[in-house]
């Protein structure tokens, strides 16, 4: 019992940092000078999580809780804009649940877990499940930062706190995106716990695919306002 307490913790520990990591280096904002938060929001969700899923028996109440308190810790720990929170860890949390029902399908088709496992919260199979998808997502990471690739719109924080109107024209369809994502998340345990993973996947790669043509929008416009001033200053010179 003591041992699967802290297996459960300790991976929940890493999965909330992979998250993270996964999250911020899809848009190219630093992790290292922020690792000591990290570290300790970690072990704080592993421990919430646990006493919802384990000890009150509300699994299906954990997720949607655990973004509120990541869009919280994005805000306030890390300095981000919380329609910016809103949008990166939608456009995270998506693509890191397309890799564990990826992943999921994978071991079911070769037969070394059944549809059942998605119910269940400290089983050897769950673990497996868990260590795999945990890791493949610090190599994604690992791979963003040593090819320097991702989105770039987005400022390094913390950002200045002046008030934001998230429907103005500039921040309009990336408060529509953080908004689709926070439904996605927050049927996603409903959908597993009634044994559907593959309607969560089309949502989870629907809920992707907006924010990465978003986000490619939004690079592409920064290019251009990058173009256009460099072009004048030349035009004054």
Request: glycine fraction near 6%; aromatic fraction near 14%.
């Amino acid at each position: 019992m003591v041992l699967d307490i802290l297996s459960y913790i300790g991976i929940g520990i890493f999965d909330t940092i992979a998250v993270i990591v996964f999250s911020l280096k899809l848009y190219m904002l630093p992790v290292a000078e922020r690792r000591k938060r990290l570290i300790g929001f970690g072990i704080l969700i592993a421990i919430i999580s646990f006493f919802m899923r384990v000890i009150f028996n509300l699994p299906k109440l954990d997720l949607p809780l655990q973004y509120i308190l990541f869009i919280l810790f994005f805000r306030y720990g890390l300095g981000i804009k919380t329609h910016l929170s809103a949008f990166i860890l939608g456009a995270g949390i998506s693509a890191y649940a397309i890799i564990q029902v990826g992943v999921y399908y994978l071991y079911n088709f070769l037969g070394i877990m059944q549809t059942g496992v998605l119910q269940q919260n400290t089983t050897l199979q769950v673990y497996i499940l868990q260590v795999t998808y945990i890791t493949l997502c610090f190599a994604v990471s690992f791979i963003l930062k040593i090819y320097n690739a991702g989105f770039s719109f987005i400022v390094a924080p913390p950002h200045d706190n002046r008030r934001e109107s998230y429907f103005s024209k500039d921040n309009r369809s990336v408060a529509v995106s953080a908004l689709l994502s926070a439904v996605t998340i927050c049927v996603a345990e409903v959908l597993l716990y009634q044994l559907n993973p593959f309607v969560l996947l089309l949502m989870s790669a629907s809920t992707f695919g907006i924010s990465y043509f978003l986000s490619r929008k939004e690079d592409q416009e920064d290019a251009r306002k990058a173009l256009e001033a460099h072009r004048n200053r030349n035009k004054k010179s």
